[in-house]
């Protein structure tokens, strides 16, 4: 694995190529981290974590348990390999996505299939070629690379699997569990969000930054970023207004030019859903405050301007459904009761982010949020801290010593004497 490693970071430059080629990310991007720099990190830090992680570990049972007039008896968790992973990753960060699948379940001792998004299939070349060039035995990690979704299809079905990983929306992981359910597989499911960015009434200056860095960031193709913004009520009127001077600053542009901070999204169909969103805020009654179109400029290729919606309720479409693409909605609070119910009104349950000078209250506020991760004042990008959905978000964890384990089988061993 010391050497899979050494393999992938050998193609450093390739990968940043394709991060821009093939998923249009703009190349100085500050997502880049996320797609090329992280998983090149991240593959010694698995390393060092498996082997922190033992193989036995002991039951805590009570000592008068363990030792009675009749018998003694001691028991331990056994981690062994879960067996065949079935790995499908997702578009918007295609090596990132893979690689949460493909290094843990290769170091806790899994043979694997992986199978890359169409849209973005060519970075996870990179994984066989690190495979080979390393010596992992064949048939230990395969690659799978199709056009359409028969082979995904398989690979949720066939019973020699024995865990599926998949990344990517909603309806398709409900149709991914609804293949694995015949064989009862375990699975892990990260899938969409509708992250709410819960801006208390001290940090209301920080609003239109963070409207700008959900357009910015790979043009809001993140299932964590917080796109649900709620302010105080008497603020909105004035934080929309900075918010639509911010966001329109934003130069959209191809992805491979340095100057670019807003590139496409993927698809023509991606593009289209951020239009049919937009739309339908409108007709439920919200207002584009910045944005909501095609850019003029940009004659071909899949381009949304960066857009802020003012949202007059939770309840709208845009608030409800996840739009993957530069698109933000802004919704008042009264008080910190109202926009907790607010944030927790969701079939989603990802990701959740508080503003906040004063932390104490920030991290009340934090805490009531339902999710699987929430992040106050910021947040991180490590190996050894686990995320995953709750609700519709999904299923299981990634990361961290939690995400290491879905890939283990915990067997009891009891002994006696």
């Known amino acids: 694995m010391t050497r899979f490693g050494e393999a992938m970071r050998k193609r450093e430059d390739t990968l940043r190529k394709l991060a821009v080629d093939e998923a249009g990310c703009p190349i100085s991007s500050f997502v880049m981290s996320a797609q090329v720099d992280g998983p090149l990190r991240m593959t010694d ?29 001691q028991s331990v968790k056994r981690w062994s390999p879960v067996g065949v992973v079935s790995a499908i990753s997702a578009y918007n960060v295609p090596l990132y996505t893979a690689f949460w699948k493909v290094v843990p379940a290769l ?52 019973p020699a699997v024995d865990l599926v990983s998949f990344t990517g929306s909603c309806v398709v992981g409900v149709k991914v569990a609804q293949q694995a359910a015949p064989t009862l597989k375990r699975l892990v499911l990260e ?5 709410a960015q819960i801006i208390l009434p001290d940090k209301v200056d920080s609003a239109p930054l963070q409207a700008m860095m959900v357009c910015g960031s790979h043009a809001g193709q993140g299932c964590v970023l917080g796109t649900r913004i709620f302010v105080p009520e008497e603020s909105k009127a004035e934080v929309l207004e900075k918010m639509a001077q911010m966001v329109s600053s934003l130069k959209i542009g191809r992805a491979d030019d340095p ?17 049919h969103f937009t739309n339908a805020a409108v007709e439920a009654g919200g ?36 739009i993957f693409g530069p698109v933000v909605g802004v919704i008042g609070y009264r008080d910190l009761d109202h926009v907790v119910e607010m944030a927790n009104d969701t079939k989603f349950g990802l990701s959740g982010h508080v503003q906040g000078a004063d932390r104490v209250k920030a ?55």
């Open 45 to 73: 830090d698995i390393i060092e974590m498996g082997l922190t992680m033992p193989e036995i570990e002991d039951n805590p049972m009570p000592l008068h348990e363990r030792v009675t007039p009749f018998y003694q008896v």
């Open 107 to 158: 170091m806790t001792g899994n043979s694997m299939v992986l199978r890359p998004n169409p849209l973005t299939p060519l970075s996870s070349m990179v994984f066989a070629e690190a495979a080979e060039e390393a010596g992992l035995p064949p048939g230990v990690f395969n690659l799978l690379i199709e056009e359409g979704n028969a082979g995904g299809q398989t690979m949720s079905e066939h």
């Open 191 to 195: 899938l969409g969000g509708k992250s």
């Open 259 to 275: 100057e670019t901070q807003l590139g496409p999204v993927i698809s023509a169909a991606q593009r289209a859903r951020c239009e």
């Open 287 to 322: 207002t584009v405050v910045a944005g909501g179109k095609r850019p003029a400029q940009m004659d071909k290729g899949h381009f949304w301007e960066a857009t802020v919606l003012d949202l007059p309720d939770n309840k709208n479409p845009a608030a409800q459904e996840e």
């Open 363 to 417: 991290l009340e506020v934090a805490l009531r949020l339902r999710s699987g991760a929430v992040n106050v004042n910021g947040g991180l990008m490590s190996s050894f801290v686990s995320s995953g959905g709750i609700k519709m978000s999904g299923l299981g964890r990634e990361r961290g010593i939690e995400g290491m384990r879905e890939f283990q089988i915990q067997t009891s061993v009891n002994i006696g004497c």
